[in-house]
């Protein structure tokens, strides 16, 4: 963390996830003057602990009082305080349904960005609406669908500024809890990667979907009996996943103009898997999307050039 700016910020993001807490120092015309993280995440948080551990991250930078902007798990129900969610079709982003924290230290003021939700078929997202609008500010005009790699996968459709319909795939957290915590585990030591055997896994997985059941345990099996190394292993289990969450989402990206937003690595993987179906999906930072789109919540403020 960077105690001594040169610089008063003009407003301050903020991305509170479950597990993390991500601040930044903001200029008025977008540039970050500092940066600063930590493990308390709303899951570790109870309602009376988000002030003190977002003044134990971000109170040095507080004396010319500049608002915080926040997003993501923080405006959930077991949040700092709930931001209901806003329902589809809408934009991503609205200043004014924007809720304010309570707040003790007079030097605070904080505002938090609802989720949006989909009533059918049910679905909600939270912080990635954030990462939506920053993409829309980024690329002006885009009409097409946004992938949001990650613990939950999200596809997004957008025309004419809004959010017209979204899907989740639990398919991050699947792979964690497979690859951790199932059987599957004791062929999965190790980080290793195979690109041959993570793209035959994704065509297998788009060619016959119905079959991830019985494709999951021959991981197994071919550990035991084949030799399969646990590099193979790791790699064709993010295939199968990441394959059949494609072949889910087939609506979504066939014929489309897709952009990925999301991890470096994580991304490059949808990106791979989306080029052998003929889909050459652009790529941006999480990090730049969020900013930019809270940057649409705080008043005069232009995107770094």
Request: proline share 6%; glycine share 10%.
């Amino acid at each position: 963390m960077n105690d001594s700016l040169q610089t008063a910020p003009a407003w301050i993001a903020v991305d509170w996830g479950t597990s993390n807490l991500r601040a930044w120092a903001m200029s008025a015309d977008g540039r970050v003057l500092a940066e600063a993280g930590s493990d308390d995440g709303m899951g570790k948080l109870s309602r009376e602990g988000f002030e003190p551990a977002l003044l134990r991250l971000v109170g040095s930078w507080l004396d010319t009082r500049p608002p915080v902007f926040a997003c993501g798990m923080v405006g959930s129900r077991q949040g700092w305080c709930e931001a209901p969610y806003r329902t589809v079709p809408c934009p991503p982003l609205d200043a004014d349904k924007q809720i304010t924290a309570p707040t003790t230290d007079p030097r605070l003021s904080v505002r938090i960005a609802p989720g949006l939700k989909q009533t059918q078929p049910a679905d909600v997202m939270r912080g990635e609406e954030t990462q939506i609008a920053g993409a829309l500010r980024l690329l002006p005009g885009y009409d097409g669908v946004f992938c949001l790699p990650g613990t939950h996968s999200k596809w997004v459709h957008v025309s004419a500024g809004e959010v017209v319909s979204f899907q989740t795939f639990m398919t991050g957290e699947m792979f964690a809890l497979l690859s951790e915590a199932s059987v599957l585990r004791h062929g999965m030591q190790g980080t290793g990667w195979e690109d041959a055997a993570f793209d035959a896994a994704v065509s297998d997985a788009l060619s016959r979907p119905e079959k991830i059941g019985a494709r999951l345990f021959a991981l197994r099996a071919e550990g035991l009996i084949a030799g399969l190394s646990p590099a193979a292993a790791r790699s064709r289990l993010s295939g199968l996943l990441i394959g059949t969450e494609l072949a889910a989402a087939k609506p979504y990206w066939l014929g489309q103009r897709v952009t990925l937003i999301g991890a470096e690595k994580l991304s490059a993987a949808y990106a791979r898997a989306l080029a052998a179906q003929g889909i050459d999906a652009q790529r941006l930072s999480a990090t730049d999307c969020t900013l930019a789109g809270l940057a649409t919540l705080a008043p005069q403020t232009e995107i770094a050039r």
